[in-house]
């Protein structure tokens, strides 16, 4: 059993930031930001969570779908930004979509954390436990970067995507991931909503904190290692493959791993200009924007991957 899209959806904040309006913050500047990111705006959140991004996403994946949400069986939300801890923003989101038949939790693995919950759906789905699954991305970055910080608050949006999953006979997805928590100093964050709540952690520890070059490099070396992992898992060549839908980081990271797999970069679709990195809604929202502007068509092989905070980094290969 596979699950396939039946609908995807996916929402941003009205609100946009661009790097002329980042330069009158910190000292920074529009050709710095594009020339070394790819980034030119991003959407912040004014009055909205992250819940309510993710149920927006939901509905529109829902009205897409055409399913009853009622049909939902099990919720995963992928966010490392909820605004409460508990409830989880699955949950919400169940309530907000009426979704009353669904199990829910959420998942965190930063930035890859939609290509994990992506994962655990088709999991559960080839197990035969499930037959419908909605799995959403959603992330409110602005709630805790450092808007002192030109090094990191430059990189980060907010938004939300979703995608339903329902069950057809076929070969599963293929899947890979992996962690690496020795080396997860190299980015860490806490949330916005716990600063000064806890004893002993300062105002400046409760940011995110990067060290830029390590992610990088570690982003060009183990997005191709785990693209071919599941290629050899699948038994397929590189050229098979129609899109590699990779996490909206870096517009530089893409180009350096589309270079080290000898792939053309027209294959990979890219969305970062207008909504930098919104974390595990990156690649939800560039599905979404791919389905509805056509560029699927049945058969066609896509591979998912994502990589971020952790460190932990993972895959999919499977058939639109
Ligand atoms: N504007 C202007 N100058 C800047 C800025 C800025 N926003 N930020 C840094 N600089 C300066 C630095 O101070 C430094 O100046 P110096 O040479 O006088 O010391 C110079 O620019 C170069 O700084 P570097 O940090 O070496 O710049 P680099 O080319 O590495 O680019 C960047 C920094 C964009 C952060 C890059 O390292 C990167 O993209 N890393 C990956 C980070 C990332 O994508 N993280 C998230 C992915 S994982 C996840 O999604 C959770």
Redesign the pocket.
């Known amino acids: 059993m596979i699950g396939k899209i039946c609908g995807t959806g996916s929402y941003v904040p009205p609100h946009i930031m661009d790097n002329d309006d980042l330069s009158r913050i910190?000292?920074?500047?529009d050709a710095?930001?594009r020339e070394?990111?790819g980034i030119a705006r991003r959407h912040i959140i004014e009055d909205e969570t992250t819940s309510y991004m993710a149920g927006q996403a939901a509905l529109r994946a829902v009205e897409q779908s055409g399913i009853d949400p009622k049909e939902i069986e099990l919720i995963l939300v992928a966010t490392s930004s909820s605004e409460t801890v508990f409830p989880c923003a699955a949950c919400e989101v169940q309530k907000m979509i009426g979704a009353v038949n669904a199990a829910g939790f959420d998942m965190n693995a930063?930035?890859t954390g939609f290509v994990l919950a992506f994962n655990t759906a088709q999991a559960y789905i080839s197990a035969g436990l499930y037959r419908t699954i909605l799995v959403i991305g959603a992330d409110s970055m602005s709630n805790m970067v450092d808007w002192t910080d030109?090094?990191t608050c430059?990189?980060f949006g907010d938004g939300a995507g979703a995608a339903i999953l329902q069950a057809e006979e076929g070969e599963p997805c293929i899947m890979a991931a992996h962690s690496d928590g020795i080396k997860g100093p190299a980015?860490t964050g806490l949330s916005r909503h716990r600063k000064g709540r806890e004893p002993g952690v300062e105002d400046k520890e409760s940011y995110i904190h990067?060290d830029?070059?390590g992610?990088?490099k570690f982003?060009v070396r183990k997005v191709p290692e785990i693209v071919e992992e599941v290629l050899e898992k699948a038994g397929m060549e590189i050229d098979d493959i129609d899109y590699f839908i990779l996490?909206q980081?870096?517009r530089?990271?893409i180009e350096a791993v589309a270079k080290r797999l000898h792939t053309d970069i027209s294959r990979f679709p890219m969305n970062l200009e207008e909504y930098a990195?919104t974390?595990a809604a990156t690649v939800p929202i560039l599905l979404d924007e791919m389905n509805r502007n056509n560029k699927f068509s049945k058969g066609q092989k896509l591979i998912l991957s994502g990589?971020?905070?952790g460190l932990t980094w993972a895959a999919c290969l499977f058939e639109w």
């Open positions: 910190v000292d920074t500047n710095w930001i070394r990111t930063a930035c030109r090094g430059i990189l980015l990067m830029g070059q992610v990088f982003a996490h980081a870096n530089r990271i990195n974390s990589f971020g905070a």
